[in-house]
């Protein structure tokens, strides 16, 4: 007599099956995309002739990451996944906890864990062996950060898709090099100078794409971003092109102390510390600090301010918007002004930063890494977009000390080529795990009578 397979041994033997073909499907797909690009280079000899290197191997661990993860996702992750979201479902709304005094004050303690970051630093590796870590992590990683939070206010809270953000970012560091070169202004004048600037290319991006929306909108601002970089490119005369405009000067503690080595008032010679380059450092990292915490509260100012509602409501529904009465028009422009202005800053401290800046520093990977972030994040949430940056930013520099990694992926890796792929694995894994980002949850700040369980959260009498 034959034996009947019950039903859920019949359910898990097509399970395994599917997540079988998935993933032989997955690592066809992962050949055909880097075939050309991971398991053949070309490169040039010392004759000047063309060799083309074959990295099969590398390329096979591509294929068998991709079938792992599509295997694993389908027989282990969606049934985790979706039992996860039945429970859920069936479990009744808790009452909500006291929070402890460090998770009410977690804001407090990061930027005083902040602070106190580099002389922690120095403390522990030596004035020298700072340098790495204040200048490629903390500089780095709070630069991406105040990026983020001034792209927030475009997508995050006005729901508007900005994929050329990055020329904001441009206009703000050539509007520091250009007229600090030309003119020998200072840091802390062309600073508001810069964010006036790009608020201004803000609101003439904003003005032709006010009747745009998704899509369409985010094509006009992805071809306005290469707009701004190709003007660069080919304006020779004012820009120098992709030369770049070099010999940019430093900033300074408002003039009192300046960190030119040949300056009679250099910090260094005044203090009487041996001559380094960790000090202007250590002063970049607390001056992207205070502009970062300027930024978070600036646009928590503004989320609890009408205009703030407003951007909420464009982005929920924009019909419903017009139909309560908000002007559409002044809403956009100002969400397009703010964002581009805190997007100048950052250009202008990056011009200090590096003393060089050339087009080849703004291009569309940096609109995407930014926007990346803030979804990873969670859109419209500051501590999640600030995680993401650490993460995301912090691990692209971790991968540079990991030395070993040249001994699995070969002597030409470097972590500027694999970036995109971690963003790509790790959007994937937050977006099926966490779809909302690391803190997101899409809340707005008013409501009419009550606020509803969204998200998980418990429900309360609201305000507003």
Same mark, same amino acid.
């Given at each position: ?43 040039? $000899? ?48 808790? /009452? ?70 990055? /020329? ?158 908000? $002007? ?6 100002? /969400? ?129």
């Amino acid at each position: 007599m034959a034996v009947q397979t019950t039903v859920p041994e019949a359910r898990q033997g097509g399970l395994f099956a599917r997540a079988l073909r998935e993933s032989l499907f997955a690592g066809l797909i992962t050949f055909g995309m880097f075939v050309l690009f991971v398991g053949l280079k070309t490169d040039q $000899n010392i004759r000047n002739e063309l060799v083309l290197t074959q990295r099969w191997g590398l390329l096979a661990v591509f294929i068998a990451v991709a079938m792992a993860g599509r295997f694993l996702m389908i027989v282990a992750i969606g049934p985790w996944l979706a039992s996860r979201k039945a429970a859920r479902a069936a479990r009744p709304v808790a /009452a909500p906890q006291p929070q402890g005094l460090i998770r009410r004050n977690l804001h407090i303690v990061g930027f005083a864990a902040l602070v106190l970051f580099p002389p922690v630093i120095v403390a522990l590796v030596g004035v020298q062996g700072s340098l790495k870590f204040v200048d490629n992590f903390g500089i780095q990683i709070l630069i991406y950060v105040m990026l983020a939070w001034g792209l927030n206010i475009v997508v995050g809270l006005a729901g508007l898709l900005d994929l050329g953000y990055v /020329a904001f970012y441009a206009v703000g560091a050539y509007s520091y090099a250009l007229l600090s070169s030309n003119f020998g202004l200072s840091f802390w004048l062309l600073l508001p100078i810069a964010g006036i600037l790009s608020a201004c290319w803000g609101v003439i991006l904003g003005f032709p794409v006010l009747r745009l929306r998704g899509d369409y909108l985010a094509i006009v601002t992805l071809a306005f971003g290469e707009i701004i970089r190709l003007v660069l490119i080919n304006w020779t005369e004012v820009t120098k092109g992709t030369f770049g405009v070099s010999g940019i000067a430093k900033a300074s503690v408002f003039g009192i102390w300046s960190f030119d080595v040949s300056a009679p008032n250099n910090f260094a010679k005044v203090f009487g510390l041996p001559m380094s380059s960790v000090y202007y450092k250590i002063f970049l990292f607390y001056v992207i600090l205070a502009m970062c915490a300027l930024t978070a509260y600036v646009s928590m100012r503004l989320r609890a301010m009408p205009i703030g509602r407003a951007w909420e409501a464009l982005r929920e529904d924009e019909i419903a918007c017009r139909s309560l009465g908000i $002007n559409t028009t002044t809403t956009k422009l100002t /969400a397009f002004a703010t964002g581009a202005m805190f997007g100048g800053f950052a250009g202008a401290f990056f011009g200090a930063r590096q003393g060089f800046v050339s087009p080849e520093s703004f291009v569309f990977l940096e609109s995407a890494v930014i926007l990346a972030i803030v979804v990873l994040g969670g859109m419209g949430s500051l501590f999640g977009i600030a995680v993401a940056a650490a993460v995301m930013i912090g691990g692209t520099e971790l991968l540079r000390e990991m030395s070993f990694l040249k001994a699995v992926f070969g002597d030409d890796f470097t972590p500027e080529l694999y970036r995109m792929l971690i963003f790509g694995l790790a959007m994937v894994v937050v977006m099926v795990l966490k779809p909302r980002g690391f803190v997101g949850t899409r809340q707005p700040t008013a409501f009419l009578h009550e606020r509803k369980a969204i998200s998980g959260s418990f429900t309360k009498e609201g305000h507003g």
